[in-house]
């Protein structure tokens, strides 16, 4: 009966959200439900106030300052002219020759210097409008090129990219941001290059079919709220606050923080273990410093630096706690009899292999909750020292297990009932039966056989 209230409180989920519903409602009335139907309704309230919210709650202690940053890095490198500056010398320096790569390029430098996804596409999708126009491809095409830009290998696998879901694993596996960066290099060049390779093809197709770049009443979400950019940057100095993201957090990762004995930090702060800490840590301070230096560099061109600020810190509420309460709800399932069964399920499906079971769980809970960076979450909170102990126990290197949990999340998450795929098409004015194939094509198929690609050299070769 635990199993069968799991699955019903699983698909409900994913339905009410894929009809639009706020997973913040969502998550503790699903966790409810599936209390309920279980046979444990004397519990619900302490079980809600307990179990539930105080799995929300470590989820934002530990991860809302990379929101917060994040989110405040997204919003000045938009309000600063320094995303549409970058944007702009990508299309001067490829062309309208090459609209797919040319988008793609675009938005995959943008997300791994750490602009938030959905800022990116507001910011690209103008530009990339008017390409798709003036080259007569069509429309349709824009999603699948922003999302294989914004949502795949710049946000999984390449080594050091800020983004939230190459986070998520550090705490668990004591790695950082560049965890098997040979590996998570392949896997990125498999995903863009197979990626490009597909979507250029659909662009000869759509011509040999002589389909233009169609008829559209543009009822793409107005972003007419956003405010004007203040006057352009030149694009080196735009590219500046991008490399001091990466190469901070990569400073701080390999020569600042291993050069200094951090022991005392554990003798003052008993439940504070360093070396699962200084991977975040790397992190914040690169988006911190480079946040701090758009601010002081602009200083005379803001147009309202006060709403900026304001802006880009109250855009981290929403993600933080949207996927914070899917962490709720996977614990709460997580305290059920019924999920003991299906974890051994999962735990022992691949005996001799645990980099196998851990891409099955990670890409299934990404799947229900519609959501990378939730998925991986609820996984890592549920399984995580499971898979830390069958790793060490075949000899497997923790960062190859960080390496395929961010991948394995970034296959399946973009299912229809994601909200990241639902928000790019709104904001494109496009439907899912005129762009999701294509779409599920660069972000679903291709990272899973980056995926697979991964796991067969880690098991061969190790991590690298």
Request: proline letters at 5%; charged letters at 10%.
């Amino acid at each position: 009966m635990s199993i069968l209230a799991i699955v019903i409180s699983l698909l409900l989920l994913m339905f009410l959200a894929y009809r639009g519903i706020s997973v913040l409602l969502l998550a503790p009335l699903m966790a409810g439900l599936a209390v309920l139907l279980s046979g444990d309704a004397a519990f619900l309230l302490p079980i809600y106030t307990d179990t539930f919210m105080g799995a929300l709650g470590n989820y934002v202690i530990q991860f809302f300052p990379l929101f917060l940053l994040g989110a405040l890095f997204g919003q000045l490198m938009a309000d600063s002219g320094a995303a549409q500056s970058i944007a702009n010398g990508i299309v001067k320096k490829l062309g309208t020759h090459h609209v797919v790569l040319t988008v793609v390029m675009a938005c995959a430098i943008l997300t791994y210097g750490g602009v938030s996804l959905f800022v990116v596409a507001f910011a690209i999708y103008p530009i990339s409008r008017e390409l798709f126009r003036s080259a007569n491809v069509p429309k349709r095409l824009i999603p699948a090129s922003i999302a294989l830009g914004s949502f795949t290998f710049t946000m999984t696998a390449l080594p050091g990219t800020p983004a939230i879901q190459n986070a998520i694993p550090i705490p668990y596996f004591e790695t950082n941001s560049f965890a098997a960066p040979g590996l998570g290099i392949i896997a990125g060049l498999i995903m863009l290059g197979l990626g490009t390779c597909y979507l250029q093809s659909r662009v000869k197709k759509a011509a040999h079919n002589g389909e233009d770049y169609g008829q559209h009443t543009e009822r793409e979400v107005d972003a007419s709220d956003e405010d004007e950019p203040t006057t352009a940057m030149p694009l080196p100095v735009a590219l500046i606050p991008i490399v001091m993201v990466i190469g901070l957090n990569a400073l701080f990762t390999y020569g600042v923080f291993p050069a200094i004995d951090l022991s005392f930090i554990s003798e003052e702060f008993e439940n504070v273990s360093p070396s699962g800490q200084t991977g975040l840590w790397a992190i914040l301070i690169a988006l911190l410093t480079a946040s701090t230096w758009l601010i002081i560099t602009r200083w005379k061109h803001w147009l309202d630096l006060k709403a900026s600020i304001n802006k880009g810190c109250l855009g981290s509420l929403l993600p933080v706690f949207n996927t914070a309460s899917e962490v709720g709800y996977g614990a709460v399932i997580a305290s059920m009899a019924g999920f003991a069964i299906i974890r051994d399920s999962v735990l022992t499906a691949f005996p001799g292999n645990p980099l196998i079971s851990e891409a099955m769980a990670m890409s299934v809970l990404a799947g229900i909750t519609g959501s990378s960076s939730g998925g991986l979450s609820i996984a890592l909170e549920t399984l995580g020292s499971e898979y830390l102990a069958m790793a060490q126990e075949a000899g497997i290197n923790p960062e190859l297990m960080h390496r395929v949990a961010t991948l394995a999340a970034g296959g399946m998450d973009t299912l229809p009932h994601s909200g990241a795929v639902i928000t790019l098409l709104a904001i494109c004015g496009l439907t899912h039966r005129q762009s999701y194939a294509n779409v599920a094509m660069v972000t679903i198929v291709l990272p899973i056989t980056a995926l697979i690609s991964v796991i067969t050299l880690g098991t061969l070769f190790g991590s690298f």
